[in-house]
Nanobody, 125 residues
Framework: QVQLVETGGGLVQAGGSLRLSCAAS????????MGWFRQAPGKEREFVSA????????YYADSVKGRFTISRDNAKTTVYLQMNSLKPEDTAVYYC??????????????????WGQGTQVTVSS
C-alpha cells in the first residue's frame, strides 16, 4: 500500500508562481516514477509532468513546457512541481500519482498505480 499527499496549492494571480509537493509513504521501495495530472471542472484528467525515480528522466505536457519544472528528493520520497508564469487555464485540481511498473508511457493515466487526493490550484486573471 502506498499513500500520496499533495500540498502547496492555493490562489495566485496570473503570472505568479506556486510549488506543489507530493510526499509518498508506505511501500515505495520499488517505485519507478511519479507524475502530476490535473483536472479542471467539467474536463477530463490530463497529464502535466512526470519524473522517473532513479534516472530523473522528465516529461512535460506541451502546455506547460518552459513554465513548469518537476524534481524529486529521493531521501524524502517526495516530488515537486514548480509552476511559474501561471495562467488562468492552469486552474485545476492537481493530482500526484506513483507508478510501480517498468516500460510504461508515463504520460498516460493508466501507467500509474496510486493516486493522491489532489490539491486545488486557482489562478485569477
Amino acid at each position: 500500500q502506498v499513500q500520496l499527499v499533495e500540498t502547496g496549492g492555493g490562489l495566485v494571480q496570473a503570472g505568479g508562481s506556486l510549488r506543489l509537493s507530493c510526499a509518498a509513504s508506505g511501500r515505495t521501495f520499488s517505485m519507478h516514477a511519479m507524475g502530476w495530472f490535473r483536472q479542471a471542472p467539467g474536463k477530463e484528467r490530463e497529464f502535466v509532468s512526470a519524473i522517473t525515480w532513479i534516472t530523473s528522466t522528465t516529461y512535460y505536457a506541451d502546455s506547460v513546457k518552459g513554465r513548469f519544472t518537476i524534481s524529486r528528493d529521493n531521501a524524502k520520497t517526495t516530488v515537486y512541481l514548480q509552476m511559474n508564469s501561471l495562467k488562468p487555464e492552469d486552474t485545476a485540481v492537481y493530482y500526484c500519482a506513483a507508478g510501480f511498473r517498468y516500460g510504461n508511457n508515463w504520460k498516460r493515466i493508466g501507467s500509474y498505480d496510486f493516486w493522491g487526493q489532489g490539491t486545488q490550484v486557482t489562478v485569477s486573471s
